[in-house]
């Protein structure tokens, strides 16, 4: 009795949010959850993955057929939907391809965002949820945890999650190849408006050391900046305060440049030539693109940073190509690993082994010997068939012995060396990772 | 002997090469640290040469410009990987390894039969003042190399272009700080180079100043550094200016080097 490993679920591919949401396992619905998984008919052994663009249930069971009818049934009953909504929204992989799926989401393969960085912790948390109420056993633990390391070598040897992708990534990115840290700078956010606040978010999270706030409305300013935990600074005493600035996010529209050339040249000056980094969100510009001319100053206006992003696009796509060659060589690895769990194919190849040679014993002591009676024949088969039974008895009773579930592989390599069942090299995997 | 090391550590260092330029390409570990254990071997080589000649000779070998090149070589190999064991900085190797391949390869082919030293220089004076002169050059070298990568990083921002496939460069601002580090100990090496050789020299002839135009050069590249080591230190140099004037100062170093010895100029032709 073999195990399958099976996985059903939905993602941004194929469901729109509503239906997403309401799949959606929040942080203390899962554990519930994945116990009445594993208690579900045909579930040995399950797992749930569930972020904002995806809910997938993956699951080991001896009958494949059976866990792919009960597995949207589990999901169904779980958040009390009716089973017509999930119709044609749910994606069923099995065996190979089942643990290829895994392996590209943990890689961010399959993300909205290819290689964002999130999906690994999300998913690395809700495994150890997982592995800590029992419902993971040896496959799907072996599974996921190759799934950590896939995406793991995909990080580090491609690079899928290198090139920045939206407006904030693409200004932190830049800023690195400008600034060394950026825990000691400081930023300045000139107009409150929600992608300036948003940028200047995303920069902080980064590590940027401090924030100043500038708006035209000074109630704004305070509020941005009691909100970011920044420094709300008067927008009338800007160049005041722009050589403190070592990025600066304009993003105050208005019908003159907000920074100028020649207070940029000014603060660049009281810096002592310290480079100073200048993003420009807002249409019509706020920031003088003169200011791109000035040595130490870098001026990213909205066209810049969208070429950034659309030729990072690109690179990632083609670094993907290279991550998808890699999860192929790691499918065939864990798929190598989960055949040599099984027991059934050993134990049906020592007895023909043992039976062939009892065979080709038997006919050659016939045809060489005297003639004998059919009765004394009838003696002969008897003995080398109960000779043989004997022999194997406790090397099938050991291999069965392991059959519950998966076996053990160490097991299973050790008949198959020492009987010489194959030629191929043992079938033991290699060392678990936690 | 010395000659097959010598190629040893210039295929060596030609490897290393070719592991840094990888390393920046495919982005994957294993390079860069074949980098360090080629670059290791090769010094390991390339020192091994040089004391054998040292102790046929007597004295550390720079009387050819063979000897030169290669003690050079092996300086500014062993330079870098003190600072790559401390901080990595693949992208510095790019320029540094390629030179240093270069330097040792012309060494290698260079005629470089043994020369003794003229008796009147044997001193204690010409390991002290030739290390240190060299040390100078080699620092001042990994300093003209971050600041050209300075200038392709700063080009490469300036033209709205992204980071690039070029792998990660590092920082405008690690890049102009190492520069500015390089060129302060380079000033030092510098200025106990010159004072050794013109007490060495008072020692062999006599005289303080004998117009050579080694030097001349030397006084030179001092001056230049000197100001823009003031220029950043006062006035806040930095950026594309002050990388171009490291790069200019290290124009002249090369220039001394070459010029000088190759078409045998004053003391420091003859006899390096």
Known sequence: MT???????LSH????????????FANGRLEPALRTLVAWPGVAEGAIVSTCNRVEVVACGSDPAQLAAELPRFLAHEHAVEPALLAGRLYTHHGREAVRHLFRVAASLDSMVVGEPQILGQLKSQYAVAAAVGASGRVLHRCFHRSFSVAKRI????????????VGSAAVDLAQGIFDSLADKTA????????????????????????MVANRTWERALEVARDLGGMPVPFERLSRYLPLADLVIGAAGGDAYVVATAAVRDALRERRGRQMFLIDLAVPRSIDPAVHQLDGAYVYDVDDL???IAENRDARAAEAARAEAIVDGEVEAFWHWLEGLDVVPTVVALREKVEAIRQGELERFLTGSVALEPAQREAVERLTRALCNKILHAPLEALRGQQVGRGDEVAVAAARALFGLDRRPATVGEDEED | MEIVLLRGAAGLYLAATVAVLAGLVVRRELPARALVWLLGGGLLLQ??????????????PVATLAEAL???????????????????????????????FGLTLAASVLKGGAQPLPPVLRSVWLPVHVLFAFLGDAVFALACSASVLYLVQERRLKSHRGRGALGRLPSLETLDRLSATCLTWGLVLLTIGIVTGIVWAHEAWGRFWIGDPKLVFSMLVWALYMVLLQGRITAGWRGRWAAQLTIAGFAVIVASLLGVNLLGLGMHGRAY
């Open chain 1, 188 to 211: 300045l956010l000139i107009g409150a408006g929600t992608m300036g606040e948003l940028t200047a978010r995303q920069l902080l999270a980064q590590g940027t050391g401090s924030l």
């Open chain 1, 155 to 166: 990080r580090s040897e491609t690079g899928i999650a290198e090139k920045a992708v939206s």
């Open chain 2, 70 to 100: 290669s003690l050079l070589a092996a300086l500014l190999v062993g330079l870098f990987l003190a600072i790559q064991l401390r901080a990595s900085l693949l992208a510095l190797g790019a320029v540094v390894v390629p030179t240093a």
């Open chain 2, 47 to 60: 020192a091994s040469s040089i004391a054998i000649r040292a102790s046929r000779v007597g004295s550390l």
């Open chain 1, 13 to 24: 591919r194929t469901a729109p949010v509503e239906v997403r949401e309401r799949l959606a």
């Open chain 1, 306 to 308: 969208d070429g950034v």
């Open chain 1, 3 to 9: 195990q399958e490993i099976l996985l059903v679920g």
